[in-house]
């Protein structure tokens, strides 16, 4: 279970910053030139989901398998039924689906260069930005300890502090606002591909509108609770695939 470049225990001081692009690049090289598979699969939620599909964009004839427990991509066209209107507008909402792009916005005043100082001062001012975001972006109806043990909190929170990761773990955000590779309906995945959808997931396009991109959706599962947070950098699974 590869970490994403640049977070946790997959970052060190002065690492180059990579794009989801140059991530994705970066495991298909470790699985093939690495490791030698000729062909593998790979999971993904949160950004590991961006990185999977980029994978199964860039390089398909590698990938046996995708399955994503995010669903990534363009959610917003003209023309969309009210019911896919009102999924969009999850992204825009101020509630937890909303503060994603909350942060992304403070992302385009402070500068992902700039709004770690302090996070990266205080250890307190990390713990208070990491479990606010556990809070907002999983289904615990605003009580984390009912979903979260402290154990895993701090554990989380550590794993920011003691790398010094909390910096680089902005980049994806910025580079993503700041690059030209998008999945959108000019994109299509061929690679066969799964799918968990969770009721308070960020982002949940119909799939009617997510095989305009991903065009050999294998299985699509609605699960009756829960959400995909990904605070520690986890990108999912990558494994072998057949021969």
């Not at 690679?191 to 982002?203: Q, W």
Request: glycine share 12%; with cysteine.
């Amino acid at each position: 279970m590869p970490s994403l470049p640049g977070y946790g225990l997959s970052f060190t001081s002065g690492q180059t910053r990579l794009a989801l692009e140059a991530i994705a690049d970066c495991f298909a090289e470790l699985m093939t030139a690495v490791l030698g598979y000729k062909r593998f699969g790979a999971q993904g939620g949160d950004w590991g989901s961006w990185t999977v599909a980029r994978l199964g964009l860039a390089y398909p004839e590698r990938m046996s398998g995708l399955h994503l427990n995010m669903m990534p991509g363009a959610v917003t066209r003209r023309g969309y039924s009210l019911a896919r209107q009102r999924r969009a507008a999850t992204l825009r909402s101020s509630g937890p689906g909303g503060r994603r792009d909350a942060v992304i916005s403070g992302f385009k005043v402070l500068g992902p260069r700039r709004s770690p100082f302090a996070l990266t001062d205080s250890p307190a001012g990390l713990a208070a930005w990491i479990v606010e975001k556990f809070r907002a972006w999983s289904d615990c109806a605003g009580d984390i300890e009912t979903v979260f043990t402290r154990d895993r909190l701090l554990a989380n929170i550590g794993l920011y502090w003691f790398t010094g990761a909390i910096g680089s773990s902005f980049w994806p955000y910025y580079s993503h606002m700041h690059s030209s590779w998008q999945i959108e309906e000019t994109k299509i995945i061929t690679v066969p591909t799964g799918y968990c959808e969770f009721p308070h997931e960020i982002i949940r396009p119909p799939r009617s509108v997510a095989e305009r991109v991903f065009r050999d959706i294998r299985r699509w599962s609605v699960m009756p609770r829960g959400g995909t947070l990904r605070c520690d950098g986890a990108a999912g699974g990558i494994g072998p695939g057949d021969p």
